[in-house]
């Protein structure tokens, strides 16, 4: 089982600034996809960013060059800078990767619980 430590959402003005941080314990991953999601009131869940064991980096629309996440082992940090009272959303750490169970390598897909992150005009 894995689980998912999401920190650092809440209440910002519009310009500023906020960390936000995952890590995954539980499971040792052989090579994984860790990242952040966001959801909107009436919205779908939508990409922000995803960064691989490799260090290679996708990014969403929503990022717009303004956020910036980066991974050390298995914790993602996704810096969001400039925010807008339109990135307020649910944001949510995502991992989905391979694990060894035995011997045999096994897909694992896992959601946090997400972290409110609100920006005020």
């Known amino acids: 089982q894995v689980d998912l430590a999401e920190f650092g959402g809440g209440l910002v003005q519009s310009g500023g600034s906020l960390r936000l941080s995952c890590t995954a314990s539980?499971?040792?991953?052989?090579?994984?996809?860790m990242g952040w999601y966001r959801q909107a009131p009436g919205r779908q869940r939508e990409l922000v960013a995803t960064?691989?064991?490799?260090?290679k980096r996708n990014y969403g629309d929503s990022a717009e060059g303004r956020f910036t996440i980066e991974r050390v082992k298995d914790t993602v940090y996704l810096q969001l800078t400039s925010l807008k009272p339109e990135d307020t959303a649910v944001y949510y750490c995502?991992?989905?990767?391979?694990?060894?169970?035995?011997?045999?390598?096994?897909?694992?897909?896992?959601w946090g619980q997400g972290t409110p992150v609100t920006v005020s005009s």
């Open positions: 539980g499971v040792i991953f052989e090579d994984s996809a």
């Open positions: 995502h991992i989905d990767g391979y694990y060894l169970d035995l011997g045999t390598s096994k897909y694992l897909e896992v």
């Open positions: 960064i691989t064991s490799e260090g």
